[in-house]
């Protein structure tokens, strides 16, 4: 497998965490979204994905782009361990919470709608995500165990460390969500967590390094 990835790009630490949890080896092609005018624009970035986005995985013969689509498939493909409960009740809980965060929040506050948001972008980035985690909270109350539903890692806690990281980033003020803060205390202490984190990626500059 190759995947495309961006080292601070959320969405590509999603797809690298869910890589690492099903123990699948890659080889990894960085895209520098801020490089060259963002190098996801260069022909032969396009000819890969169409949107220009980052991540995308050629795997089994076929390129795939989209995060959750590219994590459902290794679900699908790679079932072991599971990152989707059995039970249907908990499984549309943790999709519920992965849309939430991968269509609610992290659209609404990358990249390219910040360049447009020019001066305001920090005070649009840190509303969009303050909504989003005041929801996420409410909505955690009733699903969570250990993690976001219940004690096994899933999809949705993919999607919620890569968001609290940008929350991070573009200094949100997390004090009102006591849970999303400890399940995301939690995660980041698993090896899958620590291995993808963007932190410690081949293209992550020295003076960011882990």
Sequence with gaps: ????????????WRVRIAL?????AY??????????????????FKAVNPMQQVPALKI???????????????????????LLPLDPKKRAQVRMIADHIVSGIQPLQNLGILKQMGEKKLEWA????TSGFQALEQILQHTAGR??????????????????????RFKVDMGP??????INKALLELEAFKVSHPSRQPDTPAELRA
């Excluded at 497998?1 to 590509?12: A, D, H, K, T, V």
């Excluded at 089994?60 to 599971?82: F, K, M, V």
Aim: aromatic share 8%.
């Design 1 to 12: 497998p190759i995947l495309y990835s961006y080292f601070r790009s959320s969405c590509s």
């Design 27 to 44: 080889d990894m092609v960085p895209v520098n979204l801020l490089k060259d005018g963002g190098q996801q624009f260069s022909p032969e």
């Design 177 to 182: 969500y006591p849970i999303i803060i400890r």
């Design 126 to 129: 840190q509303n969009c995500i």
């Design 147 to 168: 993690y976001c539903v219940g004690d096994e890692v899933s999809v949705a806690d993919v999607c919620l460390v890569p968001q609290v990281s940008n929350a991070e």
């Design 60 to 82: 089994d013969g076929i390129t795939l782009s989209q995060s959750l689509a590219i994590i459902h498939y290794l679900e699908d493909t790679r079932p072991n361990p599971r």
């Design 20 to 24: 690492a949890m099903k123990g699948v």
